[in-house]
T-cell receptor, first 113, second 108 residues
Framework: SQTIHQWPATLVQPVGSPLSLECTVE??????LYWYRQAAGRGLQLLFY??????ISSEVPQNLSASRPQDRQFILSSKKLLLSDSGFYLC????????????FGQGTRLTVV | LAKTTQPISMDSYEGQEVNITCSHN???????ITWYQQFPSQGPRFIIQ???TKVTNEVASLFIPADRKSSTLSLPRVSLSDTAVYYC?????????FGKGTKLSVKP
């Protein structure tokens, strides 16, 4: 069966520090991968999605970037965190076919101080 | 991806049936309608998906009229544990954009 792993679960980082969140999927190949951010009490904001290795689409311009170095690995990065980067970050995947459901990781609670 | 419109919030009591309607006027021919449920500090979870008429599973029912410009998620006999945010999505491939969802509060 397919599983998705996202870590760490919580993270406290100072302003201006770098960020790296990793997400991996097991049990499938060539999945669509997604990064979302959810601010407290707000909706899910799609940050990046990828339909294949090296193919990244950015939905929101910001100081974050994403990479997909391997088929089932998706990394969210920042060179310098801002206070506004605090939030709940979620990674998700779904099959690269029409109308399939998405599966989410457990999320990372990031607090920038 | 077709834009969707849902009520921001709804209140209900335990044991009642709850119906949440979603409007998607620009739905494309190939698009399915998918509903997700999200609890605080968790990722959304798939509830149900349909293309037309009625779909039912162990959790909910989904009603889709012939013109497919709207859909209604029906939760039978809700309990306190059904308090969550419910999202309606329309689309097939590529990006997966969630709207603001409907915050359902179930009261005793």
């Amino acid at each position: 069966s397919q599983t998705i792993h996202q870590w760490p679960a919580t993270l406290v980082q100072p302003v201006g520090s770098p960020l790296s969140l990793e997400c991996t999927v097991e049990g499938t190949s060539n999945p669509n991968l997604y990064w979302y951010r959810q601010a407290a009490g707000r909706g899910l904001q799609l940050l990046f999605y990828s339909v294949g290795i090296g193919q990244i689409s950015s939905e929101v311009p910001q100081n974050l970037s994403a990479s997909r170095p391997q088929d089932r690995q998706f990394i969210l990065s920042s060179k310098k965190l801002l206070l506004s980067d605090s939030g709940f970050y979620l990674c998700a995947w779904r099959e690269n076919t029409r109308n399939t459901e998405a599966f989410f990781g457990q999320g990372t609670r990031l607090t920038v101080v | 991806l077709a834009k969707t419109t849902q009520p921001i919030s709804m209140d209900s009591y335990e044991g009642q049936e709850v119906n949440i309607t979603c409007s998607h006027n620009n739905i494309a021919t190939n698009d399915y309608i998918t509903w997700y449920q999200q609890f605080p500090s968790q990722g959304p979870r798939f509830i149900i998906q349909g293309y037309k008429t009625k779909v039912t599973n162990e959790v909910a029912s989904l009603f889709i009229p012939a013109d497919r410009k709207s859909s209604t998620l029906s939760l039978p006999r809700v309990s306190l544990s059904d308090t969550a945010v419910y999202y309606c999505l329309v689309g097939s491939q590529g990006n997966l954009i969630f709207g603001k969802g409907t915050k359902l509060s179930v009261k005793p």
